[in-house]
């Protein structure tokens, strides 16, 4: 589903659908299996439920996991997206996705409200 991208990132592509629920979110399984693969360090018991980091067009998100969204599908909050992105929707886009060291760097911007890490923060 996500390849190797760059030192702090993986590429994949992820069907982007508007989602009425004031977080992002992807399939329970598929977010599961991501947090185990990519951000587990095998150190023991871990929790599978830690949101994931990723960046959707220049806005980075704390995707969720959720039963109710289907397979290969990113659930994105409506107010996130503007309104001519929301009328293209569901499309297949590009997305991507932190890794560990990454997603521990920008997890506290993700959340409404708060503001963007500055570009030195980033590097």
Known sequence: MFAQFSRGYYM???????????????????HEQLNKQLYSD????????????????????????DESVPADTLAVPESILDDRTVRDLPTMQEVFLAKADRAAQLLPYTDAGTAQPTQTELN
Request: aromatic share 2%; charged share 20%; with cysteine.
């Open 12 to 30: 994949g592509r992820l069907y982007v659908e508007p989602a009425v629920e004031k977080q992002a979110a992807m399939c329970q399984a598929q």
């Open 42 to 65: 095998g150190t023991g018991i871990e929790r599978l439920d830690a949101p994931l980091v990723m960046k959707l067009g220049s806005t980075h998100l704390a995707v969720h996991g």
